[in-house]
Structures are given as structure tokens and as C-alpha cells.
């Protein structure tokens, strides 16, 4: 299957800094790609929806200052958490789609535990 | 929208046993059925996935089936190993939509 690389797998930062997360997928374009979080035992939320070249689309009650998304190019997805703190410590995960084909398959990376302190 | 339940949310069963999941969509216009398997501490794999135009598709020991009548879809594991522990998310999406509508999620152990 394709490859989704997710940088980095865990990060522990000081509260009020900010925090950069990178996805990228290896062996395909992306048109599209996604950012999750996902509390302890539960299952993933949708934080935004990120197209190539264009500006992200938030879910509902999802701070777009708070969570920037970039989508540069068909290969790199970021999300900065800015001003973090401890209630912003889940696990974040990135998952992108194939530019061709049926494109409806989705690949996740392999997720960042952010904590907070 | 759509919304996937999905169940049991716990699974015990012995090495060699079969397991069932099954999970139920709502919007009909769905016709897109993945299966993720995540480990502990990691993101979501892509296991199996289905599309409308079929009613079940295998893969080895595993096989997803769909009844698009009654909108629900399951994932069949047969043999299962230890290595099968996991948490198991279903998920729905339909061609006119970008995102998947996860479901709740089942956690399957099991004992050698």
C-alpha cells in the first residue's frame, strides 16, 4: 500500500510554545490530506480537510488559528498547533489520498503524541 | 450526514476462532466501506475495503461483506492469531463527500 511518513511520532513541549507536525506522503501525490485527533480509546475526529495549494477546511469547533494546516505541495501536509497547552496533548494523525484512480482510498500516517507540560 | 455505528465494542475470542464486526451507515448514498486495523500508538491501516458495486470481497483470513439494502457491512476474520489484536475501525464514505465517517471503534483480543 502507499506510504504516509508522519514526523515527528512524539513531541513534549513547554505550554504557550508551538508545534509543528509534518506529513508527507512517499510514493503518491496527494490531492488531499486529512488531520485527526484521536483521544485515549476513542476513535478519530476530523479536524480539517487540506487541498493542495488552497486553504484547509475546518470541522466544526476546530480553531483554525489555533491549528494552522499548510498543504504546499502534493507531497507535504503540516499542522502547527500554536500557543499549545496541556489540554491540546493527544495523538494527531495525518492521512492522504491518491491523485489518481478512483481516488477514494485514504492512508494514514503514523500519528504524533503531542504532550504539553 | 452520515453516521456509522459500529459493534461490539470489545471482542475476546481464543486462537483459531473467527471474529465478526459489524457496523451500519445511514446516508444510502454510501458507497465506499474501508476497514482500518490500529495498533497500539499507531495511525490507522488500510486492512480491506469495499465498494457498492460488490456485496463481499476476501483478502486471505480476512473478508468484508456489505448489504447495501439493509445499510450495514461487516468484517470477518477467520483463524485469528494473536498478532490480530487491534483496534478495528469501520468507516463510510460516499464519492460526493472527501471524508470518511469513522466508526466507533471495536477492540479485539486475542488469547493464545
Known amino acids: 500500500g502507499a506510504v504516509v511518513s508522519q514526523h515527528p511520532s512524539r513531541v513534549i513541549c513547554k505550554s504557550g510554545t508551538s508545534v509543528k507536525i509534518e506529513c508527507r506522503s512517499l510514493?503518491?501525490?496527494?490531492?488531499?490530506m486529512f488531520w485527526y485527533r484521536q483521544f485515549p480509546k476513542q476513535s478519530l475526529m476530523l479536524m480539517a480537510t487540506?487541498?493542495?495549494?488552497?486553504?484547509?477546511?475546518?470541522e466544526q469547533g476546530v480553531e483554525k488559528d489555533k491549528f494552522l494546516i499548510n498543504h504546499a505541495s502534493l507531497t507535504l501536509s503540516t499542522l502547527t498547533v500554536t500557543s499549545a497547552h496541556p489540554e491540546d496533548s493527544s495523538f494527531y494523525i495525518c492521512s492522504a489520498r491518491f491523485l489518481q484512480g478512483f481516488g477514494t482510498e485514504a492512508f494514514f500516517g503514523q500519528g504524533t503524541r503531542l504532550t504539553v507540560v | 450526514g452520515e453516521n456509522v455505528e459500529q459493534h461490539p465494542s470489545t471482542l475476546s475470542v481464543q486462537e483459531g476462532d473467527s471474529a465478526v464486526i459489524k457496523c451500519t451507515y445511514s446516508?444510502?448514498?454510501?458507497?465506499?466501506f474501508p476497514w482500518y486495523k490500529q495498533e497500539l500508538g499507531k495511525g490507522p491501516q488500510l486492512i480491506i475495503d469495499?465498494?457498492?458495486?460488490?456485496g463481499e470481497k476476501k483478502d486471505q483470513r480476512i473478508a468484508v461483506t456489505l448489504n447495501k439494502t439493509a445499510k450495514h457491512f461487516s468484517l470477518h476474520i477467520t483463524e485469528t492469531q494473536p498478532e490480530d489484536s487491534a483496534v478495528y475501525f469501520c468507516?463510510?464514505?460516499?464519492?460526493?463527500?472527501?471524508?470518511?465517517?469513522f466508526g466507533t471503534g471495536t477492540r479485539l483480543l486475542v488469547s493464545p
Open positions: 487540506s487541498n493542495e495549494g488552497s486553504k484547509a477546511t475546518y
Open positions: 510514493d503518491f501525490q496527494a490531492t488531499t
Open positions: 469495499i465498494r457498492s458495486n460488490v
Open positions: 468507516a463510510a464514505k460516499n464519492t460526493g463527500f472527501q471524508k470518511l465517517v
Open positions: 446516508d444510502s448514498a454510501s458507497n465506499y
